[in-house]
Structures are given as structure tokens and as C-alpha cells.
């Protein structure tokens, strides 16, 4: 290593006129034409007390259908849909909630060739983290996630936070909470 | 189910960063830290193909005036005129081409055009602080401002953060994602900001700071400020993940 890369420091709590206006926002990582089952996905960010964190930004990227990325590092084949970014970025709103538009991933390579499971990975900045959290968002109820390596990794009683889970009665939606400290606390990825 | 899912996959593990040269996680001398941190370690995850890639594609327009931050309304802004360059390279050394750079920060008496910004002093018609441009080729960037001022903040009895640019940027990356922050040479404030002190390695600390760069000054015009940001780089091999 030649030199050491720079430190992160916390994005404070004055980003949004320049990461998250209307202009550079990202609320849907597919557009309508992307081939896909069609996710709505509600993120909550919450404090060790259970209050909404107001001031926090997420970012989200993500296989398309068929577990390809959109970067050019991906070996598979398959070409990607033009329409399908698999990148997002919002702010959380005053409820600590933010919702984002996208297609369910597909598997996505692992290692050892085992195939992980439909997964996005996630990202949380806010005032108070000097370090973005990286964690990832499965959909509870998927078989993959039984095999998934990523998964195997974190305790079995901690793997529930890590589950988006359907809204009844509401096809296509779910809600993913982040708590960031205290019980049921989010597990959060050293990458 | 992606094509070579079943397959063996070849990917480049990034490099883990040095011990102390990272804030850590629990910061409590930053209030705002306390309620947030995560209180559990985090769980290592080897590199797969989902940490390896990243957005590099399709960031938008950019702006004719959106790394001339002094030039972004009718008027031009109060304040010391700066340009502001460098280069973003990897911990291999090697330039990162075409890479989205964004920066935010107060004008130059120390407020920001946000709406929970209060503290007293005067907006500046004429300057809103947001800023975006891409690397070039050889990875180097460039932008005038003005110099921001220090402003007061609630953390501590009498707590000032040191003027500073926030910076966030991409790199080739999920995981090379870097948000920080851009100190000015000398700054008397910087001892005492718990942000700047979160991180441990004095080095790694002081790599944040900014310098006075005559080459980048503009006669007549701006003075300038050289700050090259470092991403972490690829691994040497390749390995089967």
C-alpha cells in the first residue's frame, strides 16, 4: 500500500442542498421498463431511544433480475437494461422514513460458488456517525436466504434485522427498519 | 438467477484499512454520536462481487457553473476567493478517472444556506455552497469558492468547528465510498473539534488538512489550496470469492 486512504468524517447535518435535492436524489433504481418484479421499499432510521432519526441519508445499490451489476468489474454476460441504474440515494424525512422504487434483485455470485441471495446493499450516513453503516437489506420469506453466505456469518438471532418484510396487504411493498443501536439493533458489515 | 451464479466467480478484495488511520465507530466526545452508534462489533464480511462494484455510471448533468461556486447567482459572493484542486488517486497510487466529487460547505462567515442552520450570522445572497464536478483522466479535479468560516455549534462549552469543505465521493466502489471533510493550514480550531480528533493516527489526521499551494494560486484573482483525497485501492491478486 502506498499511502493510506483518507479518513471518513460525518456527513453533519447540512448535506441536502447538495446531495439530496430534487436534482441529485435517486428514489427509483429501475425504471418502468426494467424487467423485474417491482419492489416499493419503506426504510425507517432509528436512535438507541427508538426516535426517528430526521437528518439521515441512504444509499442503496443492487443487482438487477438477474443478479448483474450495472459496472463494468461484473464478469457476467448479460447485458443490463439501460433504464436500470441500480443505485439510489434519499434522505430520511421527518418520521425517520424514506421510500425507494426498485426491482427485486436477483442472486448475485458468492464465494465458493455459492450464490447469495437477493440482497441490496445498504448504506447509512447521518450527523453523529463519523462512518457510513453498511448493512444489507433480504427479503424475508426468499429460500435463497437459507444458503446465502453473507447471512451465515451473522448470528442466527441477530439475522432477522437484517429481513425487509412484506406490508399486509399491500403487494410489492416492504419496510425495512435500521435501528442503529439498542435491542434488536441492525447488524451492521465491517467491509 | 445471474448466469454465472452457480459458477466460480474471480473478483479483487479491497484493501482493509490501516488500524486508527478510520474513526472509530463509538465517538462519544461528538454528542451525536451516543444515541447512534451501533453499540455491537461489526460482523467482517469477506469481499463478494456486491461490495466490489458500485455506482459509476449516470450521475446526472453536470452544471456549467457547479464547480464555480462563486459564480452560481446574479451577484458574486462575499469572502476570500479560493480554488481548490487535487487529485484523487487509490492507495496504489493510481489516478481515479471520472469519478463524481461533491462538496458542501457554510459561506464565509460561517452559515449554511440550510434551513436548521440558525446561528447568527448573515446568509449571503449569492452564494449556496453545493458544488459537483467529475475527475478527468488523470483523476484531478479542481473548483473555486470562497473560504468558509468557522461556526459555533452546541457540542461542548464553547465548541467551534474549524472552517472545513465537506467532500463526498464515489470511486470505482460500493465500499470505496468516501464522505470527509477538508481542513484549512493552520487552523487554530482544528485542536479542539472533536471530528477532526476522531481519527486516532495523527498522520491519517492531518492528511485532511488542505495545503497553501502557490502553483494553484491565481495571480490578482484566488489564492489556492491543494488537497489530494485517497481511496482505498484493489488488492494485489485476484482471488476466487
Known amino acids: 500500500m502506498d499511502a493510506i486512504p483518507n479518513a471518513s468524517q460525518t456527513v453533519g447535518p447540512f448535506f441536502h442542498f447538495s446531495l439530496t435535492t430534487d436534482a441529485h436524489s435517486v428514489k427509483c433504481l429501475a425504471g418502468p421498463e426494467v424487467p423485474g418484479e417491482r419492489v416499493w421499499l419503506t426504510c425507517r432510521v432509528l436512535d438507541a431511544e427508538g426516535a426517528p432519526v430526521n437528518d439521515a441519508m441512504i444509499e442503496i445499490w443492487q443487482a438487477n433480475a438477474e443478479g448483474k451489476y ?16 441500480g443505485f439510489g440515494r434519499l434522505e430520511s424525512g421527518e418520521d425517520g422514513r424514506c421510500e425507494f422504487e426498485t426491482i427485486r434483485p436477483g442472486c448475485v455470485p458468492g464465494p465458493r460458488s455459492v450464490p447469495q441471495a437477493p440482497h441490496l446493499n445498504f448504506a447509512v450516513f447521518a450527523r453523529g456517525l463519523v462512518k457510513q453503516l453498511h448493512t444489507r437489506v433480504y427479503f424475508a420469506g426468499d429460500a435463497a436466504n ?29 419496510r425495512f427498519d435500521v435501528q442503529l443501536q439498542g435491542e434488536r439493533e441492525t447488524v451492521f458489515f465491517d467491509v | 438467477m445471474g448466469h454465472l451464479a452457480n459458477e466460480r466467480s474471480i473478483i479483487t478484495a479491497y484493501q482493509r484499512h490501516p488500524p486508527g488511520t478510520q474513526p472509530p465507530v463509538s465517538y462519544p466526545a461528538y454528542q451525536s454520536n451516543i444515541l447512534r452508534a451501533p453499540a455491537q462489533p461489526l460482523i467482517f464480511l469477506p469481499h463478494t462481487l456486491s ?29 476570500e476567493r479560493i480554488i481548490v484542486a487535487g487529485r484523487v488517486l487509490d492507495s496504489n497510487g493510481r489516478p481515479i478517472p471520472h469519478t463524481l466529487v461533491e462538496v458542501w460547505q457554510a459561506n464565509s462567515a460561517g452559515r449554511y444556506a440550510h434551513q436548521r442552520d440558525q446561528h447568527p450570522a448573515p446568509l449571503d445572497p449569492n452564494f449556496t455552497g453545493a458544488g459537483r464536478m467529475l475527475t478527468d483522466e488523470n483523476g484531478s479535479y479542481r473548483f473555486t469558492t470562497i ?28 465500499i470505496t465510498r468516501l464522505v470527509t471533510q477538508m481542513y484549512f493550514p493552520g487552523d487554530p480550531l482544528c485542536a479542539y473539534d472533536p471530528v477532526f480528533q476522531s481519527v486516532p493516527d495523527e498522520k491519517a489526521r492531518y492528511r485532511m488538512v488542505s495545503k497553501f499551494d502557490l502553483e494553484t494560486t491565481q495571480p490578482q484573482w484566488a489564492t489556492g489550496y491543494k488537497f489530494d483525497i485517497v481511496l482505498r485501492g484493489p488488492e494485489a491478486t485476484p482471488f476466487e470469492a
Not at chain 1, 73 to 85: C, E, G, I, R
Not at chain 1, 152 to 157: D, I, K, T, Y
Open chain 1, 70 to 85: 450495472n459496472h463494468p468489474d461484473d464478469p457476467q454476460a448479460s447485458a443490463v437494461n439501460p433504464a436500470f441504474k
Open chain 1, 146 to 174: 437459507q444458503q446465502d453466505p453473507v447471512l451465515a456469518l451473522v448470528p442466527p438471532q441477530r439475522r432477522e434485522t437484517l429481513l425487509a418484510q412484506p406490508e399486509p396487504g399491500r403487494p410489492g411493498h416492504w
Open chain 2, 51 to 79: 461490495e466490489v462494484t458500485g455506482p459509476v455510471y449516470g450521475h446526472g448533468e453536470i452544471g456549467e457553473t457547479d464547480n464555480d461556486l462563486t459564480r452560481q447567482h446574479a451577484g458574486e459572493p462575499i469572502g
Open chain 2, 147 to 174: 473560504k468558509p468560516g468557522p461556526y459555533p455549534w452546541f457540542n461542548h462549552y464553547n465548541a467551534w468547528r474549524p472552517a472545513h469543505i465537506h467532500f463526498s465521493i464515489f470511486g470505482r466502489a460500493f
